[in-house]
């Protein structure tokens, strides 16, 4: 801990230097903590190639390198005992700073017994990609922190946009990222890669083992791009973007749902999917106790373009 906790303090002294006081060092400590108590299991370990050049980790290639031309990010070790419903094995993705590359990946059979077949060959897929901070410490001394009266970061970081953009803005703001989303758009799908880079491996979906994959429809890349844009922003909380993702690959969903396939109470799966009824982003079919729901794709649309 105490040399992650000195490579994120390095990134965090990129800061304007009234932001960075010992308050903000206990609570980037703080974060750091919470952060690494709560992940999901680990999938696969990852290591990071900027320029040819390997890192220990993406932290210390962000802090090294103030610009790059292309990264490649290798993925080893996987974990073949998980499930891998809603993941994709990947051996390696290439990323130049435009945001164009490829990733060479596998296809499992989700429905079978044994999902790996060590024998075939990865598919390489031409890509376009994008990435946002999933989890962050934006850092702010004391002195701000008694000026501020809600919950959004100080110095929010920036939304969906291509990692070269996602790298400099972090350098420039001090932002120490946790968690990075990769999000991969093909011509015929999107794939997500969230990426803990503080002890270097890829995450498992929170819907592997609870969420049916049988029930799982695929969107349209475009349509993908929209909703990571939504998530991107620091406008819905942490289990809303959640029941909002499983909604999105479903055709529809009812409070029973959302309450075992996420593992919370009733009360919660109410309050999150009234939330997005709210804003709009999900419609109600019928009324309660038999009400479902379903996406409306359109205001996803347009809460994202906002």
Not at 70 to 83: C, L, R, S
Not at 244 to 272: H, R, S, Y
Request: hydrophobic share 40%; charged share 30%.
């Amino acid at each position: 801990m105490p040399d992650i906790l000195e490579k994120c303090e390095k990134i965090m002294n990129f800061a304007p230097d009234p932001m960075v006081d010992n308050y903000a060092k206990k609570q980037l400590d703080l974060n750091l903590k919470k952060y690494q108590n709560s992940i999901e299991r680990r999938l696969a370990d990852i290591s990071f190639l900027i320029d040819d050049k390997h890192y220990p980790s993406f932290l210390d290639a962000i802090y090294e390198n103030k610009e790059w031309n292309e990264i490649e990010i290798q993925f080893f070790h996987p974990n073949t005992q998980e499930v891998w419903e809603y993941d994709t094995p990947t051996r390696l993705i290439k990323i130049n700073q435009q945001g164009k590359g490829a990733l060479m990946v596998f296809h499992v059979d989700p429905f079978s017994l044994n999902q790996w077949n060590s024998k075939q060959e990865p598919i390489i897929e031409p890509a376009m990609f994008m990435s946002y901070l999933a989890y962050f410490y934006s850092p702010e001394s004391i002195k701000a922190h008694t000026k501020k009266f809600d919950e959004k970061p100080l110095i929010p970081p920036k939304p969906l946009c291509p990692l070269a953009e996602l790298w400099e803005d972090i350098r420039k703001k001090g932002i120490v990222p946790f968690q990075i989303a990769i999000c991969a758009y093909t011509q015929k799908r999107r794939y997500l890669y969230q990426l803990n880079i503080l002890d270097n491996f890829i995450l498992k979906d929170f819907r592997d083992g609870k969420i049916p994959i049988a029930n799982r429809i695929f969107r349209q890349p475009m349509d993908y791009f929209y909703l990571d844009r939504l998530l991107s922003l620091q406008e819905l909380p942490d289990l809303a973007k959640k029941v909002l993702q499983v909604f999105f690959e479903l055709d529809e969903a009812n409070v029973a749902d959302i309450e075992i396939g996420l593992g919370i109470t009733e009360k919660m799966a109410k309050d999150n999917i009234n939330a997005l009824a709210k804003r709009g982003l999900i419609d109600t079919i019928g009324k309660p106790p038999r009400a479902k729901y379903m996406i409306n794709l359109e205001n996803v649309k347009k809460a994202a373009a906002e």
